[in-house]
DNA sequence: GTGTAATCGAGACGGTACGTCTCGTCTTCTG
DNA sequence: CAGAAGACGAGACGTACCGTCTCGATTACAC
């Protein structure tokens, strides 16, 4: 009945772990990586902040990138809500939105960054990475994209994981690269792009426009 | 017309820069994140890969992105013939293309992804880096579809910047989270899709179907 | 007449001490110290090895040279029965042997090194050792060159404390240094060394007056 | 006909160690062990008191140990000028005064006993101070011995490395243990105490020999 | 028996120092 | 005088113990 896991059967021996110190680590970690970019997050700084001695980062987390892949977990809630019964196309909107809003306005944009840069470098970083990060995430848009096939919304021969790149990979490329400003506008104009080369069409001009799709 | 600068005009005092320890400090550079990935390549390594002193290194280079960059540059030859007179959509493909194949097959790969994760903490790496080697290969992608706005090819409507970031966003999103293998089918699908947004339309489906693209 | 002082009248509440643990700790903190030398002697081990929280050891314990001491104090039996009515000569002769036995072929050796090693940086250490280890083994030798001065034995001017630092002095010094074997051989030399020049003669000797080797 | 060694003919490449810092170690080192004791003197603590980095220390010297001993080395002159043509008993007296000394008066005293105590984990610190301070005084006291044997200032029998250890082990005994000041008049005590044991004598002493102590 | 009080294991935690690593600067000597 | 060789200060790395501090479980006396 009960939605919560019966996780605390058999209580544990010693001292338990302090949750607030847990809290305030991933805290440090996320400011530091906002005031100074992901440089400054060193461990000796993520303890220092945190009052929290090197020692208990260590104990909890393998890596730095664990740290940060573990903040940007905790600071991106689990998906919001997505509207029951929305098309394929409201449905993507929501995720881009949603993402850029949370790359661009909270913690999780440093975080992520830091992530993905460690990711070059650090193979368990990028498993990590895409296992926790991107696996969710890709897996909820390709369910999106899935169900409007078959609803007959979009086309029956979609390659489903490349339209989620197309969908998404332009928000973190300009996020990476920081070229251009990356606005909710922008991630939208992407997400209606996609839709309009994979829209079905009877009635063809049924889709947005393509500088139209701010406006939607 | 000559496309070289004359830069020998005046010739400096002293003992001239050594090109060949310039050429060995890159290729030294570029080997080792071949092998061990971009942590593999610390000054010191690159250093005594090249049999060059570390002070040489600095004289020339701000710091191991500067050689990463220049590593880059060099290695990838200025973007290969575009066939004179093409449509606008065949100069796209011929530039994704080139670019998956860059960096798939070469050591511009890993030099791509050292550069960009240093980006994300270093603004200096990162002005560089779209400076010298984003802004002209965008440039160029922008020209291409603002002459194919001019010729008719293409919507009037078009945002080019975005359009940009339509066409190879994804592959850099592929390239940096490797979630996905990065092909040269996959590449030409992200133009392709493109162009069925933007393609003026008189008569509507002369663009490729959507997983028809590398059979074209 | 009973030498064990009655401790045990107030009976304490709760749980007593568990005298096996304590044992316990005193066995794994020798054996540590025989098989790793002093390093590897640390709380941690020592708790680990005994199968004891270091809580309770650090309970009963204030330094890990209390309980080398203890340790120490336990593994040396109560000086061992000197032959009733001996001279001095065989009585130190008895002492010195015991010693070398004592140092050389128990736990003992490890733990009185370990100790004097700990005693040269903290003061609490040293203080204890002098107390309880040293100052009881210099008063028996001690009170032994006493009788045997009052017995007419040895020389009447004889500077106690000096001639027991000469019998036991180079015991210690090959147990610290290691330069040469500690052998019991060694020990009765040191022991019969002193005793050729303490030992009241019949004709006055030629030689250099004990106490007046700083005149000289 | 120099005695010392032509070592800087190869000169060595590079920019070469830099003296000042080395005596800064050194001197930083002493210093900390007279103040605080050997615990105080980490390498940290050293490195941040010579203004010189933990790695300059390290490159130098293997450890803390390695310095302590260079330190005594350097703040110990090499033996001071025995007299010449003086007997061994007048020799002795020489070394043992300068040793009181040097180990009471200096910063070697504190030095020595951290080595001593280090040396009783570290069997590397060990056998460096066997080798290069102990050996040279006790060849040196051996020497004198050996000299005094053959002049028949003293007993054909003599056990050398018995009697240097007899005329020096009660001195390390009060510097360790320091039970008992550390005087000169007590180490002049301990040597006349061994002379008058090993002086040859006009007339046979009733004594025991010295070398028929363990068969008695 | 049922508190009540101490002991004990387990282990989390803030610290300090360890010895190593790489960075970027500097100093000297060699070709 | 350019450049290699490499010494150096700085500072983060990840580890090891230290000594203290919760916890919950256990044990024995006292009521």
Redesign the pocket.
Known sequence: MGRVVQEETT?????????A??AAVLDAAADLMLEGGLAAA????I?GR???????I???WP??GAVALEGLMVRSDPAGALPEGASAAESLRVLAVALVRLVGSTPAGPLLRSLIADAQSQPEVAAALREQWLGPRRRAAAEILRAGVERGELRPDLDVAAAVDHAFGPVYYRLLLGHEALTEEFALASVDQLLRGITRREQPPGGPGYLDASST
């Open positions: 209580r544990r021996r010693g001292r338990p772990r302090d949750e110190r847990r060193t461990m000796e700084a303890a945190a009052g929290v001695s090197k020692q208990t260590y104990k909890w890596s730095r």
